[in-house]
């Protein structure tokens, strides 16, 4: 009775010990087809779509389904997302000869924002180093500011260009949208190419 009971036990312990490591075996695939499917999703942020280009000045890639338009109301064309939340997240440059480092113009760029009127309640919410895919090397500074109305989220991304010309490149979203933003505008930027 006793080495039947041991018997029992035993065959017991097997078959949960077995159905302990199926059971972990399942949570780890779980966790690694959830992990990858974050990956998948994460990585749609970095589809890129339309090449703009201003030949002699710069280039990059828009992001995937975006528009590329030109307006009154800028020299080089603008990719635009669709619609939502009655405004539309773009990217936008701008080339001016400026003829210090990159470093000050950026410093001359944070008085200007700082100063204008057009920039309610400017504030600088971070400054780094940027490093485009090709080794392109700038400065990404994210700000928000009430502009018309709108609580924006900027992210200025300041390039040097060819002889004393510097590139801002502005990308724009609500603040409420921001974090979906920001990784498809430093995707599009990755792309980034000062000619």
Known sequence: MRLASLRLARSF?????????SSNFFLIRLTVLLGLAFVAVSGRAQDLGATVSEPGAF????????????????????SVDKLKNHFSAHISVVMQVYPGTLAAYVDVNKRAFAASPAFKNFQIVEEKQFTTTAGGIGVRLVATATVQHL???????????????????TASSLVGDSAAYAPIFDASLKTFSPK
């Open 13 to 21: 312990g097997d078959v949960y010990s077995r159905r302990v490591q």
């Open 59 to 78: 280039s990059y890639q828009a992001p995937r389904g975006w528009s590329v338009k030109e307006t009154p109301v800028s020299r080089y064309k603008v």
């Open 151 to 169: 609580d924006l989220q900027q992210i200025f991304y300041f390039f040097e260009g060819t002889g004393d010309n510097k590139l801002v490149v």
